[in-house]
């Protein structure tokens, strides 16, 4: 997970005791979480809270929904970012264990992010007869598709078969998609 300077450093200052009491650290925690579970969508934050501060921990909870962190991994990178103080992690990781379901579907419903395909497996059947031929004798493709649910753990198989001018074209297909997103990628590198 990539952080800009901006959120590191307002991670880094929800550490410091002196720029952030104890009781507005849970204030805000508590306020930051409840935006999840409340109806109301307009929480007030209090007047010491700015609003950079707020939009950085709610980038980071939403980078840890999205790279599947636990809570050793939430924990390392804090360390990193020099939020070290056990009790403010503590408080933190309870509030994210306890909302991370209703985090995971907030961001499912509100994201453009696509379920995630994680291995492709595939087989060829040769279909010797029919009920209605005696002798057919054509290849049939079984492929057998695992895919992550986006901000889950779900794990979903798809299975199907094809013939081969369809396995043909499934294939096109996708080299059409990887050419563009090639071009795409090209003309990003280019304008930097």
């Given at each position: ?19 952030i009491a104890?009781n507005q ?29 707020v ?43 306890k909302n ?31 009920n209605y ?8 493709y ?21 013939s081969?001018?369809?396995l ?17 990628q ?7």
């Open positions: 997970m990539e952080l800009n300077s901006e959120i590191e450093e307002d991670l880094r200052r929800l550490n410091n005791s002196t720029s104890d650290y849970e204030e805000l925690i508590d306020k930051i979480f409840s935006i999840f579970t409340s109806a109301n969508s307009n929480i007030e934050f209090s007047t010491s809270f700015d609003r950079r501060l939009s950085s921990i709610l980038t980071f909870i939403f980078e840890c929904v999205k790279y599947d962190f636990d809570e050793t991994s939430i924990r390392s990178k804090l360390d990193d970012l020099q939020f070290t103080n056990k009790i403010r992690q503590d408080r933190f990781l309870n509030q994210f264990n991370l379901p209703v985090i995971q579907l907030y961001l499912k419903q509100k994201s453009i992010e696509h379920d995630r395909l994680l291995d492709v497996n595939w087989r060829l059947d040769l279909q010797l007869k029919t031929t005696d002798k057919l004798l054509q290849p049939i079984i492929l057998d598709w695992t895919k992550r649910e986006k901000y889950t753990t779900k794990i979903d198989h798809i299975q199907f078969s094809c081969q001018e369809s043909q074209e499934l294939l096109e297909k996708l080299k059409d998609a990887q050419s563009v997103l090639h071009q795409m090209y003309q990003q590198q280019t304008k930097k």
